[in-house]
């Protein structure tokens, strides 16, 4: 019934939009704008695009502090970071220039009974232009595109990596690092049974040493290679703050790999970071909820059902004595499993 | 055909099983609207739960029922949504709404013929498009809920009923719904390119076509060739779903089972989807940019700048369409090297937007500008193709999109430069044909404040969605609340809901300015807009043949707007010189 009453609403507001507009203009005689209508669409054409000029201007002030920290968690992120402020950089002076002669040229030649159009249909000249300089342009973005993506993708060059597995379900992470051996023991959904939950098959011998964890601690200068597996549907596992993402896909293993650079602490500690969790705060305490510090964090960034918005896994970075520490503490699967 | 309008029509034959491409055309347009409407309502419903969480609404509770109880809706409900809207608003209304109505308005008028090349086949097409409208929206209505897995509905999520509610019976509907449009698509489509490739009339040279049946035709060939692979990944779900196949299914373990899937690959359905998902954008955009080629022409009163750079950019477009779809799949795992292939092929699309952007422009300078709702709807879409766009940059390059892979950054991109300029377009196009199309005016005032509210409310809504997708938001977030360092993006979120919701009821200005003007619109006379093609010439009363007598010869191009002879008069005294008139001595042909 409500739903009803709801529609019965939209329809009287229609009809009210309906009767209003029956009583203006139908009499009109011009069938094409008349000079008045193009006098007011022109000025108005000007303040729209003054509009989109000061909708871009107040986003890029206002929404600085909402943004994540322009300092990159990873040595991968940075170059990904310098690509991005230089494509971000092109993509602004495009766009003040192009929307400018826009709406300056509809203000500017608004219809008016004197004006003549002029015919000017082909200038090869002129066309020769714009096709030269965005191929200059983007040839050079394309090569400093490409270079930067060889650079995050290339797992080979890493000295001593550490190998971590993660492992992604509905609706939450694991993970297991690769022991001692630094080798991962196979893993297939047929051995997942009790409190074997990542499917590790044990008679691998490298398998005993893994250690498997709920929450990701990685060491600072180290470079770190993952190996992703999901065990139902597709995840993606999306790590802002070292400008790191891939898919977690059903029957295969993704590998991906970063170089951590900022520790969490030192994290806490920059100005973007301080702002943003300052601001949060401030918000949280409004609303009568307990103030939170940051923390890197994995997401799932695919759709992978019901629960998807609430998929995450708390990521530390530590100094790597501080990370060796922690991890001599943690049982080994062999202790979790065999016990 | 010559005798078509002869033919003693029924109100059957002429309303319901028409084969006349005009009326036609109009049954698209308004099963396309009657789409649009469930479409924009369904995101604002969505956009309520984004802007206030922990909020209740009886609106939701009306209209959701079990999913919305206490006035919130449930993640599920939330998942079907923004699957439903994202299907109905690229495929039901952008494609078949866009695309069928003006192509079969348009190419028979515009190239002179009486109706299609198959009347039939083109009546076949609609009605298997309004089947598979039909289907599409009983799904939302089905107990284990609509369609949730996305409109890009990559498998598992989409093979397992038992992965989430929505991959149920909502999910078969979607796929079988979807087939039947393919079909109704290709029909549709062999229609255009035989139509185009045929039946032109005397002296209408492919030179001298129209840019809007230029990006029809265009159009038409890149479905043909893509729309046939989404087809093939469909059934091939269909076959994972019900019959036990594992062409995309592999090493499963869900609620508690090992499930019997072996050797198949997602990534393959990704590759399939994307063969389609791409070429995709611009079977939606390609229509739209034709038109406001033609809209801005004419209502500039000068000739399109660059007509051939114009020709040769759709067709770039088209082409590079179909090379570029694995930059949806940079962040799948699949090997680096193809990342690289897609990206070089990716951005090389650019440039030919480019061309086009900078050619709009210099059409507009020095022109004398007929600012209607068509030309302002127009002159909006190079805007906002423009703006959205140039993020493009950013997303098809494979660095760069790791970062950005999927978050609501993409979301802003996409609406501005698919939904938003395509929409225009749109606009454009029944602002500028109505007159064609019922021989009546639409309302100029209704018209401005339609653009006005949708211009503004549009920039709205997607200029503030990329500094949210900036901040690291994945897009299909029920909500924000499990992560406390998305909780400062909650106000944005709020800005965004506010231009959607005005954004979203402004269209009721659209729909009661078109339905009141079909009955009480200002009688139109010919040629309204003072209109260099074809369907200018044609009568206002429809008939079935278009034209009473013979086809219209054509002599010249389109675009001949405010010519002027080498006195610097303008020839004829006019600042138009229709497609028919035969060149005058002295005169030379562009």
């Known amino acids: 019934m409500k739903a009803l009453f709801f529609i019965l609403i939209f329809f009287v507001i229609g009809t009210a939009f309906w009767q209003f507009f029956k009583l203006l203009g139908l009499t009109k005689k011009d069938q094409v704008a008349t000079e008045k209508e193009n006098d007011i669409n022109g000025w108005l054409m000007l303040g729209l695009g003054g509009f989109v000029y000061g909708l871009m201007l107040y986003s890029m002030f206002q929404g600085r502090v909402v943004l994540l920290p322009r300092l990159s968690a990873s040595l991968e992120g940075e170059d990904i970071d310098n690509l991005f402020v230089i494509t971000m950089g092109l993509i602004l002076v495009v766009q003040f220039i192009t929307q400018f002669l826009i709406y300056y040229f509809t203000f500017k030649y608004r219809g008016t009974k004197g004006r003549k159009a002029m015919f000017y249909a082909d200038s090869h000249k002129l066309e020769m232009w714009w096709t030269i300089t965005p191929t200059v342009v983007l040839s050079v973005l394309i090569i400093y595109g490409l270079w930067t993506w060889n650079n995050v993708q290339d797992l080979s060059d890493a000295e001593n990596p550490l190998i971590i597995e993660v492992y992604a379900k509905q609706f939450q992470w694991e993970a297991r690092y690769a022991g001692e051996d630094n080798q991962l023991g196979l893993g297939h959904v047929n051995f997942i049974k009790g409190i074997n939950t990542m499917g590790v098959d044990m008679s691998d011998k490298n398998s005993a040493d893994d250690i498997p964890v709920r929450e990701l601690h990685l060491p600072k200068g180290r470079k770190v290679i993952f190996k992703f597996r999901s065990q139902d549907v597709m995840h993606s596992a999306y790590m802002p703050h070292f400008r790191a993402q891939i898919n977690c896909v059903p029957g295969m293993v993704t590998s991906f790999g970063f170089t951590p650079t900022v520790t969490t602490e030192e994290m806490r500690l920059n100005e973007d970071t301080k702002a943003k969790f300052d601001a949060i705060n401030e918000l949280r305490v409004e609303e009568g909820k307990e103030e939170v510090e940051f923390d890197y964090l994995l997401l799932c960034n695919k759709i992978c059902g019901a629960s998807h918005y609430n998929m995450q896994m708390k990521v530390v970075v530590q100094e790597e004595e501080d990370f060796n520490k922690w991890l001599k503490e943690q049982k080994t699967l062999a202790q979790v499993i065999n016990n | ?590």
Not at chain 2, 419 to 437: D, E, N, Q, R, T
């Open chain 2, 1 to 590: 055909m010559s005798d078509h309008h002869h033919h003693k029509e029924t109100f059957v034959t002429k309303y319901i099983f028409s084969q006349d491409h005009k009326m036609i055309a109009k049954q698209y347009l308004i099963t396309g609207m009657f789409m649009g409407v469930i479409g924009v309502f369904m995101s604002m419903l969505f956009r309520l739960q984004l802007a206030y969480p922990d909020q209740s609404f009886s609106i939701i509770e009306a209209f959701l029922g079990k999913w919305g109880e206490g006035g919130q809706m449930t993640p599920d409900m939330y998942m079907g949504l923004v699957t439903i809207h994202g299907t109905i608003m690229v495929f039901f209304v952008l494609t078949a709404g866009l695309s069928g109505t003006f192509s079969n308005l348009l190419i028979p008028l515009q190239i002179g013929a009486r109706d299609m090349a198959s009347g039939f086949l083109n009546m076949i097409s609609y009605w298997l498009f309004f089947l598979s409208s039909l289907i599409m929206f009983l799904s939302i209505f089905v107990h284990t809920g609509m369609a949730s897995a996305g409109w890009t509905i990559y498998p598992p999520l989409s093979a397992l009923p038992q992965a989430m509610s929505g991959s149920g019976l909502g999910m078969t509907l979607w796929l079988v719904s979807m087939a039947i449009f393919i079909a109704s698509s290709l029909m549709g489509s062999l229609n255009y390119i035989v139509t185009v490739l045929n039946l032109r009339t005397k002296g209408m040279k492919m030179t001298r076509l129209p840019l809007t049946i230029w990006a029809f035709f265009i159009t038409a060939i890149i479905g043909v060739i893509s729309f046939p692979v989404l087809l093939s990944a469909a059934l091939l779900l269909i076959f994972d779903r019900s019959f036990g196949t594992s062409f995309f299914l592999s090493d499963i373990f869900i609620q508690g089972e090992v499930l019997h899937y072996k050797g198949g690959s997602p990534i393959l359905f990704e590759h399939l989807f994307w063969f389609l998902g791409h070429p995709e954008v611009y079977i939606i955009l390609l229509p739209a940019l034709g038109i406001t080629s033609e809209v801005i022409s004419t209502n500039a009163r000068k000739p399109i700048f660059g007509y051939r750079a114009m020709i040769g950019s759709i067709m770039a477009i088209a082409f590079l369409s179909t090379i570029v779809w694995g930059h949806h799949m940079f962040v799948t795992g699949m090997n680096p090297f193809l990342g690289s292939v897609f990206t070089f092929t990716t951005l090389l699309i650019a440039i030919p937007s480019a061309v086009k952007a900078f050619n709009y422009i210099t059409t507009l300078w020095r022109g004398n500008l007929q600012l209607n709702p068509a030309m302002l709807f127009s002159i909006g879409m190079v805007s906002t193709f423009i703006t959205g766009g140039l993020t493009g940059l950013i997303l098809g390059d494979s660095a760069l999109d790791i970062n950005v892979h999927d978050t609501m950054f993409v979301v802003a991109h996409f609406h501005l430069v698919m939904g938003i300029s395509a929409l225009f377009g749109m606009f454009a196009g029944v602002y500028h044909w109505f007159p064609k199309m019922y021989g009546k005016m639409m309302n100029k005032d209704m018209g401005y404040l339609h653009f006005w509210l949708t211009a503004i409310s549009a920039y709205g809504v997607f200029f503030p969605m990329h500094f949210i997708g900036l901040a690291g938001l994945p897009r299909r977030y029920y909500s924000n609340s499990a992560f406390p360092m998305f909780d400062d993006l909650l106000h944005i979120n709020k800005v965004i809901t506010v231009f959607a919701i005005i954004g979203g009821v402004s269209q009721i200005i659209f729909l009661a300015n078109f339905f009141f003007s079909i009955s009480k619109g200002k009688k139109a006379s010919q040629n309204p807009w003072k209109g260099n093609t074809l369907e200018w010439t044609a009568p206002v009363e429809h008939m079935h043949g278009n034209w009473p007598g013979e086809i219209p010869e054509v002599h010249r191009w389109a675009y001949d707007y405010s010519k002027t002879d080498e006195n610097g008069d303008l020839w004829g005294g006019q600042d138009f010189t229709p497609q028919s008139v035969p060149i005058r001595d002295g005169e030379e042909e562009f």
